[in-house]
């Protein structure tokens, strides 16, 4: 298939043509360089850049300057844990995360206990669930620093960030989380929720590839984190660089976007889902719903389908655009460490197939793609029945 229908917009989506008009201006025409506003150019640029500085803020309830620019969500998390350890060392070595964090998080967690760092990795329940009181006794004394991610970008589940945010906030350890996935579908408020860092990525909310932001709460007594990039000292410091203000004003545009339907289309996005889930659960018998039921992202459906070959099924699910639970790491195909930490088999999680409804997606694109997905699986499910198939591997349709 040439143009499968989209449901994979956890892993990205497409730029709103809101975002586009709004952006094209700043790459021909208001070309200017942010930090040389000394003429009308960089002066244009420059009021750009704080405009989207506003936006920003204004959708996690920050204000403009706690807002860092940066290259996007895994750029935001390398700061907001390098950054953090290494201003706080001489107070202490140990950092608290999760198992179904973002490789975006986990990777330089790893690199902190390269460097000699104590990390503990807190594991979750069957619904993807960390345990705010399993944060709690995993504080010491030499805790720097927690992160524990807003929503699961592979099976939707949203993390108790408040309660964690409070047991952070009442034993003074920073506390930063991953919002890439949470945000613009569900209401974010930095205050209320007592974070100290949250990562955003413009990709995944209808802006452009190759931004997002780092919120750094100001505390009045020097920022939290050190920089990771030296340079000519743009943000505050903290990244220096000129600014890609094309993709800022797109990520501005985002968020203002997504705040203006955010009592809305959230609504419509589980309305979509649920559809979606009633007609696989009508259809097939013995699937598993992954995820948490109520504390959930909206648009997100995790689903196992048991005793299918999972790699047979994503090669046959050609008409629709979806993620499997494995993903290519180093050249080969390794069952996902979020599925694994919940509980599942490397084959169960293999044979897990994330359906990610987003903003462009249809009723009539979800009926279709429940029921080809119907058609396909009992047409795997008839194959797999006769035993003596069992051993030989599917014939994987090309192309
Ligand atoms: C996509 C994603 C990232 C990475 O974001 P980029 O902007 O692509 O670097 C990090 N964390 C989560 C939860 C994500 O979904």
């Given at each position: 298939m040439d143009n499968p229908i989209y449901l994979d917009n956890n892993s990205t989506t497409p730029v709103d043509p809101v975002v586009l008009e709004a952006m094209?201006?700043?790459?021909?025409?208001?070309?200017?360089?942010?930090?040389?506003?000394?003429?009308a150019h960089g002066e244009r640029a420059s009021g750009a850049v704080e405009g989207a500085r506003e936006q920003v803020a204004s959708i996690i309830g920050?204000?403009?300057?706690?807002i860092v620019f940066t290259s996007g969500a895994t750029e935001s998390n390398n700061l907001a844990i390098l950054g953090a350890a290494r201003r706080y060392r001489s107070r202490g070595n140990h950092v608290v995360t999760t198992s179904v964090e973002h490789k975006a998080v986990l990777g330089p967690i790893r690199e902190l206990e390269r460097e000699g760092f104590l990390v503990t990795v807190l594991g979750v329940d069957s619904t993807g669930r960390v345990s705010p009181q399993g944060v709690a006794d995993a504080i010491?004394?030499?805790?720097l620093l927690v992160s524990v991610m807003?929503?699961?970008?592979?099976?939707?589940t949203l993390q108790p960030i408040d309660e964690i945010g409070r047991i952070c906030c009442e034993r003074g350890i920073l506390f930063h989380t991953d919002a890439a996935q949470a945000l613009g579908k569900i209401h974010i408020d930095v205050e209320m929720l007592r974070v100290d860092l949250l990562s955003i990525s413009a990709h995944k909310m209808y802006g452009p590839k190759g931004v997002g932001a780092l919120y750094v709460r100001s505390?009045?007594?020097?920022?939290s984190i050190e920089s990771l990039v030296y340079g000519g000292g743009q943000e505050n410091g903290l990244r220096s660089g000129t600014l890609p203000v094309p993709n800022i004003v797109g990520l501005g545009v985002a968020c203002q976007l997504a705040c203006d339907h955010l009592t809305t289309e959230p609504l419509r996005l589980q309305e979509l889902k649920r559809r979606l889930r009633d007609s696989l659960l009508g259809g097939l018998q013995n699937l598993q719903i992954h995820g948490h039921p109520s504390e959930h992202l909206p648009g997100l459906l995790s689903v196992g389908f048991p005793a299918i070959d999972g790699d047979a099924l994503i090669h046959s699910l050609s008409e629709i655009a979806v993620s499997q639970g494995a993903s290519c790491s180093s050249g080969s195909f390794e069952p996902s460490h979020v599925l694994l930490a919940i509980g599942l088999s490397d084959d169960l999680a293999r044979a897990t197939i994330r359906f990610g409804i987003g903003r462009f997606t249809t009723a009539e694109e979800v009926d279709y793609a429940a029921a080809y997905t119907v058609r396909i699986v009992r047409r795997l499910q008839d194959l797999f029945a006769d035993r003596s198939l069992k051993a030989t591997r599917i014939p994987v349709p090309q192309g």
């Amino acid at each position: 298939m040439d143009n499968p229908i989209y449901l994979d917009n956890n892993s990205t989506t497409p730029v709103d043509p809101v975002v586009l008009e709004a952006m094209l201006p700043y790459f021909t025409k208001h070309f200017g360089n942010p930090s040389n506003a000394t003429h009308a150019h960089g002066e244009r640029a420059s009021g750009a850049v704080e405009g989207a500085r506003e936006q920003v803020a204004s959708i996690i309830g920050a204000r403009p300057r706690e807002i860092v620019f940066t290259s996007g969500a895994t750029e935001s998390n390398n700061l907001a844990i390098l950054g953090a350890a290494r201003r706080y060392r001489s107070r202490g070595n140990h950092v608290v995360t999760t198992s179904v964090e973002h490789k975006a998080v986990l990777g330089p967690i790893r690199e902190l206990e390269r460097e000699g760092f104590l990390v503990t990795v807190l594991g979750v329940d069957s619904t993807g669930r960390v345990s705010p009181q399993g944060v709690a006794d995993a504080i010491t004394e030499r805790t720097l620093l927690v992160s524990v991610m807003t929503a699961n970008n592979e099976i939707g589940t949203l993390q108790p960030i408040d309660e964690i945010g409070r047991i952070c906030c009442e034993r003074g350890i920073l506390f930063h989380t991953d919002a890439a996935q949470a945000l613009g579908k569900i209401h974010i408020d930095v205050e209320m929720l007592r974070v100290d860092l949250l990562s955003i990525s413009a990709h995944k909310m209808y802006g452009p590839k190759g931004v997002g932001a780092l919120y750094v709460r100001s505390n009045g007594a020097g920022s939290s984190i050190e920089s990771l990039v030296y340079g000519g000292g743009q943000e505050n410091g903290l990244r220096s660089g000129t600014l890609p203000v094309p993709n800022i004003v797109g990520l501005g545009v985002a968020c203002q976007l997504a705040c203006d339907h955010l009592t809305t289309e959230p609504l419509r996005l589980q309305e979509l889902k649920r559809r979606l889930r009633d007609s696989l659960l009508g259809g097939l018998q013995n699937l598993q719903i992954h995820g948490h039921p109520s504390e959930h992202l909206p648009g997100l459906l995790s689903v196992g389908f048991p005793a299918i070959d999972g790699d047979a099924l994503i090669h046959s699910l050609s008409e629709i655009a979806v993620s499997q639970g494995a993903s290519c790491s180093s050249g080969s195909f390794e069952p996902s460490h979020v599925l694994l930490a919940i509980g599942l088999s490397d084959d169960l999680a293999r044979a897990t197939i994330r359906f990610g409804i987003g903003r462009f997606t249809t009723a009539e694109e979800v009926d279709y793609a429940a029921a080809y997905t119907v058609r396909i699986v009992r047409r795997l499910q008839d194959l797999f029945a006769d035993r003596s198939l069992k051993a030989t591997r599917i014939p994987v349709p090309q192309g």
